[in-house]
């Protein structure tokens, strides 16, 4: 008789091993991008991946200020937000956005595409964007990864 065990096995906080990755963005389309590092953090690549456990890795993102946004994006896109006060409402053009803080592109696109519960919440600390070729995580020893052949 065959004794296989056929049980469901969940991730939890003690099993999961969470690598560092590189990723260059350097002339990649923001969303498009920006749906991969979502995939690479929450952990929905990995063979053990739990829906309610942060199972995903550490992304650092360099070269977030060579990204490209396609068609008119530059000047149509907008980003809006209420202060909380009659008549707040503010807006900035992603053209604006990217001379002030070319990070940030991508730090909304990713949350965004993040559940928007706690664990969104949690899992969106696992993302680190710089804006040149340098970042402070060389401790770490990221792993270069090539973000084209990921699907």
């Avoid at 498009?32 to 890795?57: M, N, Q, W």
């Avoid at 008549?87 to 909304?108: C, M, N, T, V, Y």
């Avoid at 965004?112 to 919440?121: A, C, D, I, Q, V």
Wanted: charged content about 30%; some cysteine; overall charge positive.
């Amino acid at each position: 008789m065959d004794t296989r065990s056929y049980k469901t096995v969940s991730a939890n906080k003690d099993t999961v091993r969470k690598d560092w990755l590189l990723i260059d963005a350097e002339g990649q389309v923001l969303g498009r991008l920006a749906s991969k590092i979502a995939k690479l953090i929450r952990g929905k690549h990995k063979p053990y991946f739990t829906p309610h456990v942060d199972c995903g890795d550490h992304v650092v993102v360099i070269n977030a200020d060579k990204i490209k946004l396609t068609g008119n994006k530059w000047e149509a896109k907008e980003y809006v937000w209420h202060t909380g006060y009659p008549g707040g409402r503010k807006s900035i053009k992603a053209i604006d956005l990217w001379k002030k803080h070319p990070e940030r592109l991508l730090e909304k696109a990713v949350k965004n595409m993040l559940p928007k519960n706690r664990l969104g919440r949690q899992v969106y600390k696992n993302l680190h964007v710089y804006a040149g070729d340098r970042h402070k995580h060389e401790a770490q020893n990221p792993k270069k990864f090539d973000i084209n052949s990921f699907k």
